[in-house]
């Protein structure tokens, strides 16, 4: 990471932990964030997966996602993980059963080692919501998450992405100009954030790039599907999984 990526991805750590304290309050604002969510969850395909599956939530926040993998997946071991110490005590302050757990770690930390470590082996499945986008590197992140599954292991991303149409873009600049930005300085007392917000869902990838990048990644059954109401176009699922070896 150069010395330019390292200082932003610190200033957005340092953005996160700032408005920890008042986060929950600012996404219960957004109509259909929570259920949107567990959208995404039902996304990772519970039927597929092992009856008490190992399920990473990286980028887990506050725990909004997590708990709606939760919702979804009542019987998964669910480990959260997040770079902002304050989202990670928030997070924590939250009542949770034994089987969830949280840690504090950059994606490009999260070697199969670690996981050895941590977890005890490779995870049935990986959950990035808003998360591909505040990586420094989005194709390191996604062959990190990739090496953290075991083979046949499915990785959904929740994830804001606007540049393949005018009107999204036009829409979502519209509702940071005059909901999100203001809210964010009027409950955190600063909006640098929410500004980054804004600027890095412009500047990310199209539902085709970040298609072609988990292609890139070596994951297969990629594909993506809309989330309902006002953020149709705006908020999308990505969905793919780690290959099975050839016989």
């Known amino acids: 990471m150069d010395t330019t990526t390292a200082k932003r991805d610190g200033a957005v750590t340092g953005g996160f932990d700032h408005a920890s304290a008042v986060y929950d309050r600012l996404v219960a604002g957004s109509p259909g ?3 949107h969510l567990r959208i995404s969850a039902r996304r990772l395909d519970p039927g597929a997966l092992a009856p008490e599956p190992l399920v990473l939530d990286l980028g887990c926040g506050t725990g909004a996602s997590t708990a709606a993998l939760l919702h979804t997946l009542p019987s998964a071991r669910i480990v959260g993980v ?3 110490e ?10 949770w059963p034994d ?10 930390e999260l070697t199969p080692e670690w996981a050895a470590e941590h977890l005890g082996g490779p995870a049935d499945a990986v959950f990035g919501a808003y998360l591909i986008r505040n990586c420094p590197d989005p194709g390191l992140a996604l062959d990190v998450m990739r090496d953290l599954l075991r083979p046949g292991g499915r990785m959904v991303l929740h994830e804001y992405s606007v540049a393949d149409s005018t009107a999204a873009r036009a829409v979502w600049t519209a509702v940071c100009r005059g909901v999100i930005i203001p809210a964010g300085r009027m409950l955190s007392g600063d909006a640098e954030l929410f500004r980054y917000l ?7 990838d199209g539902r085709r790039a970040l298609l072609e990048r988990m292609r ?5 059954s990629v594909a993506s599907a809309p989330m309902p109401g006002w953020q149709y176009g705006i908020t999308h699922t990505f969905a793919g999984m780690r290959p099975e070896p050839r016989r």
């Open 99 to 108: 089987t969830v757990s949280f840690h504090r770690a950059r994606v490009e």
């Open 216 to 220: 890139g990644a070596g994951l297969v």
């Open 33 to 35: 964030y929570h259920a």
């Open 82 to 84: 997040d770079a902002s």
């Open 86 to 95: 304050g989202m990670l005590d928030e997070a924590r302050a939250k009542p």
């Open 198 to 204: 804004w600027r890095s869902v412009l500047e990310f």
